[in-house]
C-alpha cells in the first residue's frame, strides 16, 4: 500500500501564489510518476500535471501551463505544485496520485 498526504491548501486572492505538497510512504514505486489533479464542485476530477520518478519529464494541462510547476524531491518523498497567478477557476480540491493511491485531497480557494 501506498499513503500520500496533501498539504499547503488553502484562501487566496486572485493572482496570488500557493505551493502543494504530497508526501508518500510505503509502497512507492520507481516505475511511476506522481500526478496532480483537482476536482471543482459539480464537475468531474480533472488532470492537472504529473511529473516522472525522475523528475525529468513532466507534462500540464493546458488551463495551468506557464502558471504551475510540478517538482519532487525523492530524498523526501515529496511532491509538490507550485501554482501561481492563480485564478478563481483554480479553486477546487487537489489530490496527488502516485500508481492507483490517492491521497485524501486539499482545497484550494481563490477568492477576492
Known amino acids: 500500500q501506498v499513503q500520500l498526504v496533501e498539504s499547503g491548501g488553502g484562501l487566496v486572492q486572485p493572482g496570488g501564489s500557493l505551493r502543494l505538497s504530497c508526501a508518500a510512504s510505503?509502497?512507492?514505486?520507481?516505475?511511476?510518476?506522481t500526478g496532480w489533479f483537482r476536482q471543482a464542485p459539480g464537475k468531474e476530477r480533472e488532470f492537472v500535471a504529473t511529473?516522472?520518478?525522475?523528475?525529468?519529464?513532466?507534462y500540464y494541462a493546458d488551463s495551468v501551463k506557464g502558471r504551475f510547476t510540478i517538482s519532487r524531491d525523492n530524498a523526501k518523498n515529496t511532491a509538490y505544485l507550485q501554482m501561481n497567478s492563480l485564478k478563481p477557476e483554480d479553486t477546487a480540491v487537489y489530490y496527488c496520485?502516485?500508481?492507483?493511491?490517492w491521497g485524501q485531497g486539499t482545497q484550494v480557494t481563490v477568492s477576492p
Open positions: 510505503g509502497r512507492t514505486s520507481s516505475s511511476y510518476g
Open positions: 511529473i516522472s520518478w525522475s523528475g525529468d519529464i513532466t
Open positions: 496520485k502516485h500508481r492507483n493511491y
